[in-house]
């Protein structure tokens, strides 16, 4: 019997899975895969946990949100948001108690999706974020518990407060005393995400399963035939744009090398990285849409510039770098910076809206969280923080609403509140989480 018999002869399952040399990649749900069967409820499919950082604030007199579902007004830093807007929830009031009253920056940072009092000094101390706590119980089912991307350099070093530029530059802490390493080169993250290593980085992900997946177009129906096709267009569009990036990355190691330093040190693109943020940012966002779809991680974080970040807007008309920026942050300028950086993550969750899921979609069943460490950059007041979400989580999360938390007092407003009620949608049932004993109410 020939590979192509043996194959064809065994059961499809809901979920079809290519395999090939050193690759195993889910495929989109298809509704072949359940001919036999009515479609699954929301609840058998996968949740998801992604979160994108800004860094600095925003500009407070143009975030905002009034109204319910599809008459809900977005204000202009979020008018990327439009299409989505009976999917999110804009949420106004949330602090962070232990990041208060700490000095700037680092200290308002340095435990943002944990709760944690964190320590000054040589010795780091925080607490195990929000994000790696979802991965410890969802991330035994994928290849890699979560991915922890940014398209801003991490900083080393301590800022005039005697914190470690560690809180400026991490929000995935995978314990107490060690953050989540960062990945800031897209070529990297990808390859890590489908094992490309050695002689697989000169073959293409698709021609590795290409066998499979001819297998599995004389097993599925016309609808599922296009449904596939386009997922694995898409997912060559996307390894066509790495590709292009691992050359640069290769190119910058070996200017480093004849400069005796590091690439990473470099500025773009010198140092292989994209010199157009937008183009980095898509690229990012675009590779964990395809790690959720393909089932490689249930979990992703994406800063897209950290705090205290010197990151350039050329594009955006705006002179300064966007620390500098956020001092004066009622500016247009920077509420053009924020706008853009909401735009990279209303790309990312349209993606993920765009990717059909039994009778929903990938965002359907995902939390996508956008947050910054500041409300107000040039006060740098942190007692209330800018904060999204997108997506219903299979159902156990209402959307399209404006929350509001500012009047419910200091102990109903906690992030950490929240925290515990996303949590409870993941079956990660915790007594206390940070400095927080009680869910957040109306959530």
Known sequence: MN??????????SRRAVLRGAGCTMALPWLES??????????????????VVFLGCGVNEDHWSAEGQ???????????????????????DGLYVKALTRQGI?????GSLLSGAKIAKGAVIHS????????????????????????????????????????????????????????????????DNLFDNRGSLLNISVLDRVKNRAQDLTTRISATDKHKLDEFLTSVREVEKRVEGMRKSKTDADDASKAKNTIAATMDRPANGL???????????????????????????????????????????????????????NTSAGYERIARFHVSQYAYLASKLDSMKEGNGTVLDNSCLMFLSNLWIGRKHDNFRLPLLLAGGLGGT????????????????R?????????MDRFDIKLDEFGDSKTRLQGI
């Open 397 to 412: 999360l209402k959307t399209g609403r404006a929350l509001n938390y500012l009047e419910a007092g200091e102990d109903n």
């Open 105 to 109: 920056h680092p200290g308002q940072t």
């Open 69 to 91: 579902g599809a008459e809900m007004k977005l204000s202009k830093t979020l008018a990327p948001l439009e299409p989505l807007k009976q999917k999110i929830n804009v949420i």
């Open 414 to 422: 906690k992030m950490c509140s929240l925290y515990l009620s996303l």
């Open 3 to 12: 590979r192509s018999t043996r194959t064809s002869a065994l059961p499809l």
């Open 127 to 190: 607490g195990i974020s929000v994000d790696q706590m979802i991965a410890s119980r969802v991330g035994e089912d994928t290849p890699q518990s979560s991915i922890v991307l940014a398209c801003d350099q991490p900083m080393t070093g301590y800022h005039e407060t005697n914190f470690s530029m560690a809180y400026s530059s991490h929000i995935s802490w995978q314990s107490p005393e060690s953050p989540v390493p960062i990945e800031i080169y897209p070529s990297l993250a990808w």
């Open 33 to 50: 895969m359940h001919a036999l069967a009515d479609t699954p409820p929301a609840s058998a499919f996968p949740k998801r946990f992604g």
């Open 274 to 328: 994209p010199e157009d943020l937008r183009d980095h940012a898509r690229l990012m966002c675009d590779i964990i849409a395809i790690a959720f779809q393909t089932n490689k991680t249930r979990v992703a974080s994406l800063i897209i510039s950290r705090d205290l970040s010197a990151m350039y807007y050329p594009f955006l008309e705006v002179k300064e770098g966007h620390h500098a920026a956020s001092h004066d």
